[in-house]
């Protein structure tokens, strides 16, 4: 089982650094171990027999390993949403800003940070991908957009909660919205 690395451990504010490719075996079986866990965190009975949380993101950074690798694991309607990225790079954002009425949540934070966190609507993505093995483009926009911004702040050490307004935490701003 891997173990998270909470927001009190100096390493998860760490800039990561770039894998080197092709991909190691070593390196390939723990971001596929990280895609696993996400799956099984979604699992009700698999978190309370195991006491973890569920996650649709998870940073390599984030299980003490600082590397440009993060994982996504979701489903939305009838489509899943599975990736297992190695040295992902926004190519492309639009300058409209989203958020979500809720604020984020992450699996290094125990506490609430309540606020928005506007990122990118639209971003382009490039990364080499383990669920598909290849290189991929992500064009991803609204929540699949955020999620992915999410992972990639942990690979430069930053967390969602810094990214909300201290003053105004629910403050909207020009050219954005809320889902
Ligand atoms: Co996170």
Redesign the pocket.
């Known amino acids: 089982m891997l173990k998270i690395v909470k927001d009190n451990v100096a390493s998860l504010r760490e800039k990561s650094e770039l894998v080197t490719l092709p991909l190691s075996k070593e390196d390939e079986n723990l971001l596929k171990e990280m895609v696993s866990y996400l799956k099984k965190s979604q699992d009700e009975k698999y978190c309370q027999k195991h006491h973890i949380r569920a996650g649709v993101?998870l940073?390599a950074p984030?299980i003490g390993v600082n590397k440009r690798m993060f994982a996504i694991y979701y489903t939305k309607e009838d489509e899943v949403v599975e990736y297992g990225l190695v040295n992902p790079k926004i190519i492309q954002n639009s300058m409209k800003k989203v958020a979500l009425k809720g604020g984020e949540g992450?699996?290094?934070?125990d506490e609430d940070h309540s606020g928005f966190v506007y990122r990118y609507d639209k971003i382009v993505m490039k990364a080499y991908d383990v669920v598909s093995k290849k290189e991929v483009l992500i064009k991803a926009k609204g929540y699949d957009a955020i999620v992915l911004q999410?992972?990639y702040d942990?690979l430069d050490g930053i967390?969602?909660y810094d990214r909300i307004n201290k003053k105004e935490p629910n403050k909207e701003i020009p050219n954005s919205y809320l889902i």
């Open positions: 993101g940073a984030q992450c699996l290094s934070v999410h992972e942990h967390l969602y």
